[in-house]
C-alpha cells in the first residue's frame, strides 16, 4: 500500500494505525533476518535476553534499520521532521514455543508524557500472518484514555507482563498482516496483542519505538536516552545515544548497559505511579 502523506497521517489519526506499510524491503529483511539468526546461533539459538532491549545500540545493521530513510519518511509524515528512537526490541514466536502477547496500551510503564503522539514502527522479517500469531489491534482504542493494567496476568513477551485490565471485544480485532520487509504503524494508546505462533515458520519482527523529540519525560525519573534519528533536538529531555562501530564493541557494550540499567529503574518507577499517571489525564 504506497499511501501519500495525508491519506497516512489521516487514516492514523482516525484508527491508530496503519498497515501495511512499506519499510525496508524483501532483500534487506532476508539479510537482516540472517543476521539475527547468525546472533541467535552464537547464543544457544536464542536472541540474547541481555540485548533485547536497544539491540541496535550495539549492531551496526539494527543502528541501520532504526535509521532507514524509508521507514522515517512514513513516521516523520505522524509525528513532524524532528524524531527520537526511543527503544527498540525484538519479538520473536517460533512453531509451538506458546509465545503470545496480552492486550494492552503501550504508553503504561514508558515514563513519557501519555498525551504525546508516540507510535511503534513494527518491521517484518518474516511474514506475519494470523496463522503465525501476527498483531492484532482494536481500531480506534488509541482515543481512549490510558486505562489501569494488571501485571503479571499477560504473556512473558512483554516486559511486565501487562494487560489491559477490561474486557476486549475480541470481535472487533484487525490483524496486522505484512510480508517481510514491510512493517504497520501502531499509535502508543492503541489495544493491541497477539495469539501464538500455530505455524511451522518462525515470525520475527523489530518493534521501534519512535517519538517527536518534544515527547517529555515524567517528572522525577532519571533522564533517560534516545537516539536523534531525523532532525534537530532543541529540547534536550533526554541523553542522546552514539551507535555501535562494529558488532558489541566495548563502548558500545558499555554505554548499553549503562541505559538498560537506568531504563529498568525508570521502568519500576513509571509502573509505581501509574495510578497517579492515569488519574491526572
Ligand atoms: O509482536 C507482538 O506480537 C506484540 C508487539 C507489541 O506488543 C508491541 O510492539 O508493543
Redesign the pocket.
Known sequence: MSLNNSELSRIYQNDGFVCPVPAIGKDLASQALEKIEAVEAAHGGKWPSEYALKPHLVYPFLDEIVKHPTILDAVEKILGPDIICWQCRF?IKNPGDGGF?SWHQ?ISYWGVDISENIL?A?LAFTPATKVN?V?KVIPGTHKLKLLPHREGAGSA??VRGQEVDVDVDESQAVYMELQSGEMSLHHVKLF?G?DPNESDQRRV?L?IRYMPTRAKPLDGLPKDSVTLVRGVDNFNYFHHEFPPKRDMDPASVEQHKRITDTYKIINDMAASRLHETISSQ
Open positions: 519479538f502477547v503501550d511503534t513494527w500469531g498483531m513477551l512483554t493491541h497477539s519482527g518493534a
